[in-house]
T-cell receptor, first 113, second 115 residues
Framework: QKEVEQNSGPLSVPEGAIASLNCTYSDRGSQSFFWYRQYSGKSPELIMFIYSNGDKEDGRFTAQLNKASQYVSLLIRDSQPSDSATYLCAVIAGGTSYGKLTFGQGTILTVHP | EAEVAQSPRYKITEKSQAVAFWCDPISGHATLYWYRQILGQGPELLVQFQDESVVDDSQLPKDRFSAERLKGVDSTLKIQPAELGDSAMYLC?????????????FGNGTRLTVT
């Protein structure tokens, strides 16, 4: 079982719709969860981070964390063509003191006009 | 906003040659990471430094890869000899460290092509 798993997609949504990206992780002791966006040929950029169960909202983005189910998601409201990118889920495992960040394989999102 | 600096942006080398990448983290960031990203996959951690010390190099192919951060600031990643399978994006990132939830900030990466 991979440490961090994402649906590889591609996920295609129309402009203005809600895009839902999902991620599961295997280490129940994981404490910190991140979503990065990566445009083709570019490096990842941080979108959101979440540490506690529940929802965290930032503009059009909402991160949702359910530690009991070992599940974290990212919702993008009012999707725009500029949101088309690969979205990477990343998790810091709980078993290390130095914060090893492990990435999923990424989900490709396409927002079409 | 401060950035992580990496060079070169692109590197083409022949197999069996040596290649080196350089990274300068954001000032004050104690933790430095080197990741490798193969096209279509997520980044994979190669080595993680806390100040000048290696805290994780479990996925670093030590027969050909080496990394150093001698003064706890900038870092160099070396491959010798390069193999065709080393073609990838090499990403450097840094964080404040000291706690497990400090976000990582990435540099622009070095795209390596081995021919």
């Amino acid at each position: 079982q991979k440490e961090v798993e994402q649906n590889s997609g591609p996920l295609s949504v129309p402009e203005g719709a809600i895009a839902s990206l999902n991620c599961t992780y295997s280490d129940r002791g994981s404490q910190s969860f991140f979503w990065y966006r990566q445009y083709s040929g570019k490096s990842p950029e941080l979108i959101m981070f979440i540490y506690s169960n529940g929802d965290k909202e930032d503009g059009r983005f909402t991160a949702q964390l359910n530690k009991a189910s070992q599940y974290v998601s990212l919702l993008i409201r009012d999707s725009q063509p500029s949101d088309s990118a690969t979205y990477l889920c990343a998790v810091i495992a709980g078993g290390t003191s130095y914060g090893k960040l492990t990435f999923g394989q990424g989900t490709i999102l396409t927002v079409h006009p | 906003e401060a950035e992580v600096a990496q060079s070169p942006r692109y590197k083409i080398t022949e197999k069996s040659q040596a290649v080196a990448f350089w990274c300068d983290p954001i000032s004050g960031h104690a933790t430095l990471y080197w990741y490798r990203q193969i096209l279509g996959q997520g980044p994979e951690l190669l080595v993680q430094f806390q100040d000048e010390s290696v805290v994780d190099d479990s996925q670093l192919p030590k027969d050909r890869f080496s990394a150093e951060r001698l003064k706890g600031v900038d870092s160099t990643l070396k491959i010798q000899p390069a193999e065709l399978g080393d073609s990838a994006m090499y990403l450097c990132a840094s964080s404040r460290g000291g706690q497990n939830n400090s976000p990582l900030h990435f540099g622009n990466g070095t795209r390596l092509t081995v021919t």
